[in-house]
C-alpha cells in the first residue's frame, strides 16, 4: 500500500473565511477525500506543527508526498526544506501543487526562480492533455474544464520538463505549462497547475483522478539502495 502524506500549509483556511466555507476540512481534507478510493494510507502534515509535521521519521514512513502551500513560503524551515530534498534523491515521490511552485523545496529542486505571470480574475481555465499516454492523465478525456480559477501565465521560468503532460490555457489568453514531470536522484516529481483556495477545484473528480494517478506514478520502486564511490573491477583487469 501507497504511503501518502498530504503537506498542506493550512494557513488559508484559518485567515479567509471563503477558502474555509470552499474547504471545510482544509484543503488536506478535500484532497484525502478525493483520492481515498484508491487505497491509499494516507496521512497529514501541516506548518504550524514542530518541523512542520515533516521530521525524519515521518518522512522515511511516506512514499509520496502531496505539497501545497501559499502564504508563508519565506517561513519555512531551511533545515526541513533540506531533508524533505534529500528524500525525494532517496526515491520518495513529490507532487506540488498550485502555488507551490514558489516554495523553498521545488525552486530548490529545480534550480530556478519558479517565477510566472499570475491574475485573480474568476477565469475559464481548460487544461489540454498533450501526451495520452501518459498514466498520469488514465481516464481523463481530451482536457479537463475548470470554470473559475486564478490564471498562471508563460512565462514559467522552470528548466525544460522532461515530461509535459498538460498544458493550460486561459480564458483572458495566457497559457501554462500545468503538468511536468521531473527526476531528481532516484525520486520522481510532479507538479500539477491548478488549485487556487478560493475556487472548489479540489473538489473537482478529474483533479482528483490525476492526483491519485501522481501518486502512483511518483510511487518508488523497489530496489536495492544504489551504490556510489570507488568501485572494485568486476572481471580481472589484464595489464
Ligand atoms: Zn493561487
Given at each position: 500500500m501507497i504511503r501518502v502524506t498530504i503537506w498542506n500549509e493550512f494557513l488559508v483556511e484559518q485567515r479567509k473565511e471563503k477558502v474555509a466555507r470552499i474547504y471545510p476540512k482544509g484543503i488536506h481534507g478535500a484532497i484525502a477525500d478525493g483520492i481515498s478510493q484508491d487505497g491509499f494510507e494516507i496521512s497529514f502534515a501541516t506548518f504550524?506543527?514542530?518541523?512542520h509535521g515533516l521530521t525524519q521519521e515521518k518522512l522515511d514512513q511516506t512514499d509520496v508526498l502531496i505539497y501545497w502551500g501559499h502564504a508563508d513560503h519565506k517561513g519555512f524551515q531551511d533545515h526541513v526544506v533540506d531533508r524533505i530534498c534529500n528524500r525525494v534523491h532517496n526515491g520518495m515521490g513529490l507532487i506540488v501543487l498550485h502555488?507551490?511552485?514558489?516554495s523553498k523545496l521545488f525552486r530548490k529542486l529545480m534550480g530556478t526562480s519558479c517565477d510566472l505571470l499570475w491574475r485573480e480574475a474568476d477565469e475559464k481555465e481548460r487544461l489540454w492533455?498533450?501526451?495520452?499516454?501518459?498514466?498520469?492523465?488514465?481516464?481523463?478525456?481530451p482536457f479537463i474544464e475548470l470554470e473559475e480559477e486564478e490564471m498562471y501565465g508563460e512565462h514559467?521560468?522552470?528548466?525544460?520538463?522532461?515530461e509535459l503532460i498538460l498544458v493550460s490555457w486561459f480564458q483572458g489568453g495566457e497559457v501554462f505549462r500545468s503538468g511536468c514531470t521531473y527526476r531528481r536522484g532516484q525520486g520522481k516529481i510532479f507538479y500539477f497547475r491548478p488549485g487556487h483556495e478560493t475556487y472548489p477545484t479540489y473538489h473537482n473528480k478529474d483533479v482528483h483522478r490525476v492526483i491519485a494517478n501522481a501518486v502512483k506514478w511518483t510511487a518508488p520502486i523497489q530496489r536495492e539502495k544504489t551504490f556510489y564511490g570507488r568501485h572494485m573491477p568486476l572481471e580481472e583487469i589484464k595489464k
Open positions: 504550524n506543527e514542530p518541523e502555488s507551490g511552485h514558489h492533455v498533450i501526451d495520452p499516454s501518459h498514466p498520469i492523465v488514465e481516464g481523463i478525456g514559467f521560468d522552470i528548466p525544460a520538463p522532461e
